[in-house]
Structure formats: C-alpha cells, structure tokens
C-alpha cells in the first residue's frame, strides 16, 4: 500500500504539470432541483419549477460512457432525488449496467433530506438485495442539522426532525438484514447550529450512524448562495465552539478534522483536491463540472459525450489550476478532499509516517478510501 500512494504522488504530479486526467473513479450527478425543504443554506430550491432535469434516457447516456470503467463511487443527489418518479428505475438501471460500463463500481450513495419516508423505504427495500449481488453498498446521507426542532427550523419544513427519525427506524430494520445498507448524518454547520454539534453527534453514535459534519459553503453554482453571506458568517465565538468540537477525541481519525481546525485557526484551507482529474459533477440540466464549488462548466452532457467532455481542452486547462482558486481557500467540502487523498499519495503517507500503521488503518476504513488504494 505504501509502495501504490508513493507511485500514486509522483503520477499526481506528473498529471498537475500536463493537467491530463487520471481515471474518474467518482462520479455525482445532481439528478433533480426539486426540493421539499426551504433551507437557510441553500437556494438550489430556489430554481423554478418548470426548469427541466434530464430525462432518465440522459442520465443512463451517461452511465453507459467509456470513462466510468474505472469508477468506485456514484453520488445520487439533488434536490432531493427521491422525488423522481423515475428513481427506482434509475437504481435497476445502474445494476444492470455495472458489469459492462463500470464493474469496479463499489458504492452507490445517495443524499436525501429522508423526508419522504414511505417512498424511501420501498426504494430501499427493492433496491438493496440486487445492489449486494453484485457488490455494491447503498450508503444513504441523510442531511439532519440538528437533533430536535431546531432542525426544522433551519430545514424550514415543520415535522423534518419527526419525519426524519420516522425513515431512521424503517431504514435501521432494512439494515438488520443487508449488511450493505449504509446510514448515516450529512450535517452543514451553521450559526444558528453550532451549539447542537455534540448533542447530534452522539445521536449518530447511539443509532450507529456515520457522520459527515462540516461548515457551509458559499457557492455560486451548488447551493447558489452568495446572497446569504452575511446570514451564515460565523463569529469569533462561533469559531471557538467549533475549534473545540474539532478537536475532540471523536474526530481523531476523520482525517478532514485536520483541515478544518487548520481552516478554522488561520482562515485558510490547506488540502489535497484532486477536483477533474479523478471526479466530475453532473448538475440537473446536463452542465458537467470538474468541481461543484467553482462554477467553471466543462460542457454539457446534452450535446457532448461526459467522456470528451472529461478528456476536452477546458478540462485540461481546468486542472492545471486546481488549488489556485480564490475559493479553494475557503472550501470545506469533505467529500473533494477524502477522494483526492489516495491519488495525491503523499498526503496519507505522511500520515502513516506521524500516526502509525493502526492509525492509518482506522483513517482508511473510516474514510472509505480502501476503494480508491
């Protein structure tokens, strides 16, 4: 393993000099606006309604491209992706696929506020048996900001946090019989939440539920919020209080922990991203972006094929300035960088060579970055 994150870094900077991909090994696709909630965070709701999402015969164009042979992981998300009729089609879909366009795929994650609880459970149920017969998890983030009403507050949905703990229960009795249901709490972090971080974390623990807790973004292509700037900016005492969950024993192996107090002490992010070179973002309508924080679209699906749009000139000249960005200082987006830590290679090793080999180990399973080694 040393020996594979020692090639992978000096690859990694072989392709930062040409700006040349690697494999796309990670893929999202935003496969709908719609969303039920009204959240402080985000305007994606925000997109009119008669805005059109890709058709299911699109999404499945991509999934068939020649540049996911190689891929590990598929995001689902949204809006909220349940709200597509079409979802459960979508989910058989990308079974009956896997062999032929991307048989190293091993997970299928989707991200849903879990509002729709009779819905999510039935997809669930009928999607998950196929899912493990060719060997895939279903890792289910369910975005819960904090434990109890406040929830509903910031989702601005009266009921979410019932709703929420409603789906909890139907998807933890799915869970007792495929081990290959994954659950867990996608948390964006903001003033009106920071004081509720510990209580919703232990309520991941006591429900064995990973956690994925992190600072908002302001963007103006993902979330499209930069008119919420001066809502979601923390104070310096909002700033203590989240030094001080940071540094709690609980994160020691989250590995993003590390950035983020870096981030939060100095002001400035200091990461590997491997945005473009090994991952892509499809939004709703088809645009193909290398990282979904910067609004520098490749193309769009509708017209080009998602691998000549990963190979183009634009996508070349794209990642020759990945971390030279003005918002690359200030991103927070803990899935960008647990993907880019395998192919920069140097990275874990310097933290085999500080933590030890058990630390490592325990970083590697948490992260889920075996896939990606």
Same mark, same amino acid.
């Given at each position: 393993m040393?020996a594979?994150?020692?090639c992978?870094?000096?690859?990694?900077?072989?392709?930062?000099?040409s700006?040349?991909p690697?494999?796309?090994q990670s893929?999202?696709?935003?496969?709908?606006?719609?969303?039920?909630?009204?959240?402080?965070?985000?305007?994606?709701w925000?997109?009119?309604?008669?805005v059109?999402?890709?058709e299911l015969?699109d999404?499945?164009?991509?999934?068939?491209?020649?540049?996911?042979?190689?891929?590990?992981?598929?995001d689902?998300t949204g809006?909220?992706?349940?709200?597509?009729?079409?979802?459960?089609e979508?989910?058989q879909?990308?079974?009956a696929?896997?062999?032929?366009s991307?048989?190293?795929?091993r997970?299928?994650?989707i991200?849903?506020?879990?509002?729709l609880?009779?819905r999510?459970?039935?997809?669930?149920?009928?999607?998950v048996?196929p899912?493990?017969?060719c060997?895939?998890d279903?890792?289910l983030?369910c975005?819960?900001d904090?434990? =109890?009403? !406040?929830? #509903?507050?910031?989702?601005?949905?009266?009921?979410a $946090?019932e709703r929420?703990?409603?789906? +909890?229960? *139907?998807?933890q009795e799915?869970?007792?019989?495929?081990?290959n249901?994954?659950l867990?709490l996608?948390t964006?972090?903001?003033?009106l939440?920071v004081?509720?971080?510990?209580?919703?974390?232990?309520?991941?623990?006591?429900n064995?539920l990973f956690?994925?807790?992190?600072?908002c973004?302001?963007t103006?292509n993902?979330?499209?919020?930069?008119?919420?700037?001066?809502?979601l900016?923390?104070?310096?005492a909002?700033? =203590?209080k !989240?030094? #001080?969950?940071?540094?709690?024993?609980?994160?020691? $192996?989250?590995?993003?922990?590390?950035? +983020?107090? *870096?981030?939060?002490?100095t002001g400035k992010?200091?990461?590997?991203?491997?945005?473009?070179?090994?991952?892509l973002?499809?939004?709703?309508?088809g645009?193909?972006?290398a990282c979904?924080v910067?609004?520098?679209?490749?193309?769009n699906v509708r017209?080009?094929?998602?691998?000549?749009?990963?190979r183009?000139?634009?996508?070349?000249?794209?990642?020759?300035?990945?971390?030279?960005?003005?918002?690359?200082?200030?991103c927070?987006e803990?899935?960008?960088?647990r993907i880019a830590?395998p192919?920069?290679?140097?990275?874990l090793?310097?933290?085999?060579?500080?933590?030890?080999?058990?630390?490592f180990?325990?970083?590697?399973?948490?992260?889920?970055?075996d896939k990606?080694?």
């Amino acid at each position: 393993m040393l020996a594979k994150l020692f090639c992978n870094g000096v690859r990694f900077r072989q392709l930062r000099r040409s700006g040349k991909p690697y494999r796309l090994q990670s893929l999202s696709l935003e496969v709908t606006h719609r969303c039920i909630c009204r959240c402080d965070m985000c305007n994606i709701w925000k997109i009119p309604a008669e805005v059109a999402d890709l058709e299911l015969a699109d999404w499945l164009a991509v999934l068939r491209s020649p540049a996911l042979r190689h891929l590990r992981e598929l995001d689902i998300t949204g809006g909220e992706p349940f709200l597509r009729a079409d979802l459960g089609e979508l989910l058989q879909q990308i079974v009956a696929l896997k062999p032929d366009s991307f048989p190293a795929l091993r997970t299928l994650s989707i991200t849903t506020n879990a509002l729709l609880t009779e819905r999510i459970l039935n997809l669930v149920r009928a999607s998950v048996g196929p899912l493990r017969e060719c060997g895939i998890d279903l890792v289910l983030a369910c975005g819960v900001d904090a434990a =109890g009403k !406040l929830h #509903d507050r910031i989702r601005n949905f009266p009921g979410a $946090w019932e709703r929420f703990q409603q789906t +909890l229960r *139907g998807l933890q009795e799915i869970r007792t019989e495929h081990a290959n249901l994954i659950l867990g709490l996608k948390t964006t972090i903001v003033p009106l939440n920071v004081h509720e971080l510990s209580r919703l974390a232990d309520f991941a623990d006591e429900n064995g539920l990973f956690t994925i807790i992190s600072p908002c973004i302001l963007t103006p292509n993902r979330f499209a919020n930069l008119d919420k700037v001066k809502d979601l900016r923390f104070s310096p005492a909002d700033i =203590g209080k !989240l030094i #001080d969950f940071y540094a709690s024993p609980r994160f020691a $192996w989250s590995g993003h922990r590390e950035a +983020l107090l *870096g981030y939060l002490k100095t002001g400035k992010m200091h990461k590997p991203c491997s945005a473009g070179y090994n991952t892509l973002f499809v939004r709703h309508n088809g645009e193909v972006f290398a990282c979904p924080v910067l609004a520098e679209s490749l193309g769009n699906v509708r017209t080009l094929s998602l691998d000549s749009l990963y190979r183009s000139e634009a996508a070349n000249h794209f990642r020759k300035q990945v971390g030279a960005f003005p918002e690359c200082g200030q991103c927070t987006e803990p899935g960008m960088e647990r993907i880019a830590w395998p192919l920069e290679g140097f990275a874990l090793l310097g933290f085999w060579a500080e933590r030890g080999r058990e630390d490592f180990d325990r970083l590697v399973r948490h992260m889920g970055l075996d896939k990606y080694i």
